[in-house]
């Protein structure tokens, strides 16, 4: 890995507008399984419960939607960065990152310090809840107050709409501006990191695939094989806590700066 991480570290280091993409493997460390892993929430779970077309024409998809989320597959609220995600911010605060592109739906990049501003979170998140009618929104926490209060299927209190979590499910456009964010990073970009994600998810991908097509290179740091290996300038194989912190010291010829 050593060998591997200087690569890395020398490929980034002729960029100035760094992109880094992000999918589940930068958190599982944190304690959130891959949701497509052997242990992840779709072994345990009907997937179809996630189809906003159920989700919409049936209560009782809603209710168990909503008691995945009271189970803690779903809650994030107790869940804590890991080095990865501080490394991160520390590439951002050289000046160097152009944006961060996630799949993640947890916002561990915030609570690790990167800004709302630097991030497009193209599959939503869990910090919020949306009135599906009239848009209003609500923290997740005061709607799972309410159904822990016994309110098991959640409505609107402004004008009886279904609520549901800001995240994106089966069936669903990708949020607008995060998309608008994420074209205008990708197009910014001359170098891409590919952390934790194995690049098999489409539309998200295309954001990488664009500025590698025009040349930047591609530095994947990933535990396993992604579906893209052959684009990369250079692979660095290990979870996420490791290897990325060890890159971007690399990198910056500093330690990280985390709790």
């Known amino acids: ?106 916002g561990l990049h915030q609570k690790a310090g990167l800004p709302e501003t630097e991030i497009a979170e193209l599959h939503g998140n869990l910090r919020h809840v949306r009135c599906v009618s009239c848009a209003t929104v609500w923290s997740a926490e005061e709607i799972l107050d309410r159904i822990v209060g016994g309110d098991d299927d959640p409505h609107c209190l402004h004008c009886g709409g279904i609520l549901k979590s800001t995240t994106v499910l089966f069936g669903e456009l990708l949020p607008g501006a995060a998309v608008a964010r994420a074209q205008q990073m990708s197009q910014e970009a001359d170098a891409v990191l590919s952390i934790g994600s194995t690049l098999s998810v489409y539309p998200a991908v295309d954001f990488v695939l664009e500025p590698v097509f025009r040349g930047a290179p591609l530095v994947i740091a990933n535990l396993g094989p992604t579906d893209r290996d052959e684009l990369a300038a250079v692979r660095v194989d290990g979870p996420a806590g490791s290897t990325v912190p060890a890159i971007i010291e690399k990198l910056l010829g500093a330690p990280s700066e985390r709790p």
């Open 1 to 106: 890995m050593h060998e591997s991480v200087q690569r890395a570290a020398a490929i980034l280091g002729r960029a100035e507008h760094i992109l880094v993409f992000t999918g589940a493997g930068i958190s599982v460390e944190s304690g959130i399984p891959d949701f497509r892993g052997p242990d992840g929430l779709w072994s345990r779970v009907d997937p179809s419960l996630f189809e906003i077309g159920r989700y919409l024409s049936d209560v009782e998809a809603r209710r168990e939607v909503w008691r995945i989320h009271l189970a803690g597959d779903l809650n994030i609220s107790d869940l804590h960065p890991n080095p990865a995600h501080y490394a991160a911010v520390d590439l951002w605060k050289s000046g160097r990152m152009v944006g961060c592109i996630t799949q993640n739906i947890d």
